[in-house]
């Protein structure tokens, strides 16, 4: 399955590799421009719609009184067990590779003084190609992420009988970003599409979305695909 999601360019003090100008709309990853004082280095941070469960990051965006928006801030919900999604959403790949998430179960060390260890490793990351992409698009608001398919009804703690991100029992069944070596696969939209391409895109919708029979098909594409 396919979900979209949004991109949050924020401001940050390390060298990210990835730079704003700070006159105008260029992005851009030159490796000298971290030190040019017209540049502005920048994370990504892709957010999804989703509720907020214990160990999730997000992005919170509040706005004062006369409607100004105040500077983003990123959390970790520590100890809630769901949080209402705030405006700004859940984080769910990023450049910023401080956002650590678990990686395992804790153990016990062998050391002399015994202590619990909890692994832990980065949050998914976007691609070198799509950053780069992002960059020639002088950045992106909203990108296709590819997600695993889940089947499952869980019907627990009164949130109805479909898979719900608000219950705790669902939790560790929800869709997750299909990964390959923890970077998550997007799927960028296209500019322009040739009259083939639009031809299958609406046979696939009519004949699986609708009970359009394949005679009626024919009559629209015939009369309104040139």
């Given at each position: ?14 060298d ?24 502005q280095a ?15 990051w ?7 009184m ?12 520590a ?10 959403g ?26 619990i260890?909890?692994p ?11 950053i ?6 002088n ?11 889940v ?26 970003p ?14 322009t ?34």
């Amino acid at each position: 399955m396919n979900k979209l999601t949004q991109i949050i360019a924020l401001p940050t003090e390390e060298d990210s590799g990835i730079y704003k100008s700070k006159y105008g709309r260029a992005i851009n990853i030159r490796e000298d421009l971290f030190t040019n004082q017209n540049w502005q280095a920048i994370h990504l941070y892709i957010t999804t719609d989703e509720f907020i469960n214990e160990g999730d990051w997000y992005i919170s965006i509040t706005h004062t009184m006369d409607g100004r928006d105040i500077k983003p801030q990123i959390w970790k919900n520590a100890g809630n067990p769901c949080v209402e999604q705030p405006m700004g959403g859940k984080i769910i790949a990023t450049t910023d590779r401080s956002l650590k998430i678990p990686n395992g179960k804790p153990y016990e060390s062998q050391d002399l003084v015994k202590v619990i260890v909890r692994p832990e490793k980065s949050l998914p990351q976007p691609s070198t190609s799509f950053i780069k992409e992002y960059c020639d698009r002088n950045g992106l608001d909203e990108i296709m992420v590819v997600f695993n398919e889940v089947n499952h009804c869980c019907g627990a703690q009164g949130f109805g009988q479909g898979l719900d991100d608000r219950c705790p029992a669902c939790k560790d069944d929800l869709p997750t970003p299909k990964l390959v070596n923890n970077e998550i696969i997007i799927l960028l939209s296209k500019n322009t599409w040739n009259r083939k391409e639009i031809i299958d895109l609406f046979y696939d919708f009519a004949l699986y979305k609708t009970s359009l029979n394949i005679d009626q098909v024919n009559d629209w594409v015939n009369e309104n695909v040139i």
